[in-house]
Nanobody, 123 residues
Framework: QVQLVESGGGLVQAGGSLRLACAASGRTFTNYHMAWFRQAPGREREFVAAINWSGGSINYADSVKARFTISRDNTINTVYLQMNSLKPEDTAVYYC????????????????WGQGTQVTVSS
């Protein structure tokens, strides 16, 4: 099993930026596809971005496209989410998730999750 630990959340004003990181340890990171999801209070967990093992295939939710960038550094087993031009509606707990075999935008395709990191955007 791969263990996932998120970091980098916090409080930021609207228009600001944050970079989240998700560090993986344990079982091999090779061929491990990663994604970010988020969950706001009272709402379902939703897809944010996904990246395949090589970084050659990336997908974003429409709500974050052109503002967020997902990337990974396989030399240190870490995936990042750079969030720019943050809006109050981006406030949520952000989770990284991973799986082997293929990437997906679907919540239930992922069998491994981090504990989450809180992002709060003030207006």
């Amino acid at each position: 099993q791969v263990q996932l630990v998120e970091s980098g959340g916090g409080l930021v004003q609207a228009g600001g930026s944050l970079r989240l990181a998700c560090a993986a340890s344990g079982r091999t990171f090779t061929n491990y596809h990663m994604a970010w999801f988020r969950q706001a209070p009272g709402r379902e967990r939703e897809f944010v971005a996904a990246i395949n093992w090589s970084g050659g295939s990336i997908n974003y939710a429409d709500s974050v496209k052109a503002r967020f960038t997902i990337s990974r550094d396989n030399t240190i087993n870490t995936v990042y989410l750079q969030m720019n031009s943050l809006k109050p509606e981006d406030t949520a707990v952000y989770y990284c998730a991973g799986r082997y075999q293929f990437t997906s935008r679907r919540l239930y395709d992922y069998d491994n999750w981090g504990q989450g990191t809180q992002v709060t955007v003030s207006s």
